[in-house]
């Protein structure tokens, strides 16, 4: 465990220093901090849920053992929203007047539904869904974690564009907001790119079949598929597509960053081209802060549960750590007060370098994701991708 004291150190540095100046019981007293979180246990979105949960669980139990956020420790309450939008407005309505902060689904339409609520109550809300709605106009006190889908689709571009591909056909799930938000991001900045979308193709998440979107694309010329969707339909579109006879690369997104993923769509998966955090493929970062929280989290969470943390472990335990850094910065728990924290705050993490502002409250940069391939069961960074991360020391 002595590996990860300074880890925690970088937390918790300021907080008592920051106590002095603002009575640590401004807000609270001197009893816990309350922190709600609604998240998918159940339902089409549990796998992620999951993940989100054991991640947000570890980041708060750690913090707790190192004495806590400005002498204060931790309290969590987890409700589960059924993968369903009202089901986390209800969720909400129940966390809203016992915590100081909520941490949010990673369900973009749980999300989107809540939001209203967030900016009515006016508490901070950490959302782990990356649909650009959320930030897009800012809402006053909700931030997002994940790369946005906007992001990512501006990732996939650029490398459409390193590698020499112009012609793109896209096909994406219209009920997701994820997915829809991810298709418009690249269709917005395609032409910028030098990239041509010659094929869109629209399926739901009920979807088990895709052989027409196959047929289309074989006659558009394209010369690679990029596909938006989250759970169930991506591992039956992968499969699919290993014997549809296509012969283009496959590009998913950061939805697929993870054994749940791989998992399900076992020997199909291989060679598929993927996008995600940089953390999931933190051992190819070169030596330096980033690479050490990525480390960090990566054993700890290894060691609890067994294997590598997930894209959506890395995001649940980042969101604590924003979380508890701008609680740190405030010397309080007021909401407004860790909102403006929030927009002043820059830190690493093991996602990235959030650097939040009055007008961007998504944080998150392209260079922050990484384009891989899926080898040997792995995820390894393309050679395009291993050139841009041999610059993220976070020195």
């Known amino acids: 465990m002595r590996r990860y004291v300074p880890f925690l150190a970088t937390l918790t540095l300021a907080m008592p220093l920051a106590a002095c100046g603002d009575d640590a019981g401004s807000a609270g007293g001197d009893g816990p901090i309350r922190v709600g979180q609604i998240v998918s246990l159940t339902g089409n979105y549990s796998a992620l849920g999951t993940e989100n949960k054991k991640s947000v669980e570890l980041?708060?139990?750690?913090?707790?053992?190192?004495?806590?956020v400005l002498g204060r420790k931790i309290e969590l309450a987890v409700l589960d929203d059924k993968s369903q939008p009202d089901q986390s407005v209800l969720?909400?309505?129940?966390l809203k007047g016992r915590s100081d902060a909520i941490i949010g689904s990673p369900f973009s339409n749980s999300a989107l539904a809540t939001i209203p609520l967030v900016d009515r109550e006016e508490i901070p809300y950490l959302s782990l869904t990356p649909a650009d709605e959320q930030v897009n106009p800012v809402?006053?006190?909700?931030?997002v974690v994940p790369a946005t889908s906007a992001t990512y689709a501006e990732?996939?571009?650029?490398?459409?564009?390193?590698?020499g591909v112009s012609k793109v056909a896209v096909a994406y799930d219209t009920r997701s907001s994820y997915a829809v938000a991810g298709f418009k991001g690249m269709r917005d900045k395609a032409a910028?790119?030098?990239?041509?979308l010659v094929a869109t193709e629209e399926f739901q998440t009920t979807a088990t079949e895709f052989g027409a979107v196959f047929a289309h694309v074989r006659t558009s010329g394209a010369q690679g598929l990029a596909v938006w969707a989250t759970g169930p339909p991506a591992v039956a579109f992968t499969k699919g597509y290993a014997n549809s006879g296509v012969d283009i690369p496959l590009m998913l997104t950061g939805a697929q960053a993870s054994k749940l993923f791989l998992e399900p769509a076992g020997a199909a998966a291989e060679g598929v081209t993927l996008s995600s955090s940089i953390g999931v493929v933190g051992t190819?970062?070169?030596?330096?802060?980033?690479?050490?929280?990525?480390?960090?989290?990566?054993?700890?969470?290894?060691?609890?549960?067994?294997?590598?943390?997930?894209?959506?472990?890395?995001?649940g335990y980042s969101a604590v750590k924003l979380l508890v850094a701008a609680i740190g910065a405030a010397g309080s728990t007021d909401r407004a007060k860790v909102r403006d924290a929030l927009e002043g705050l820059r830190l690493l993490t093991p996602n990235g370098t959030y650097a939040y502002s009055a007008t961007?409250?998504?944080?998150?940069?392209?260079?922050?994701?990484?384009?891989?391939?899926?080898?040997?069961?792995?995820?390894?960074?393309?050679?395009?991708?291993?050139?841009?991360?041999?610059?993220?020391t976070g020195s």
């Open 192 to 196: 910028q790119y030098g990239v041509n």
């Open 360 to 392: 961007d409250h998504s944080g998150l940069k392209p260079e922050f994701i990484s384009i891989n391939t899926v080898t040997g069961g792995a995820f390894v960074p393309t050679d395009w991708a291993k050139s841009q991360l041999a610059t993220l």
């Open 59 to 68: 980041a708060v139990e750690r913090i707790n053992s190192a004495g806590g």
């Open 139 to 143: 809402h006053p006190y909700v931030f």
């Open 91 to 94: 969720a909400f309505n129940d």
């Open 155 to 163: 990732r996939m571009l650029q490398y459409y564009k390193a590698t």
């Open 284 to 315: 190819h970062l070169p030596a330096g802060k980033q690479r050490e929280a990525i480390e960090e989290l990566t054993t700890a969470f290894n060691g609890k549960y067994g294997y590598p943390p997930p894209q959506f472990a890395q995001d």
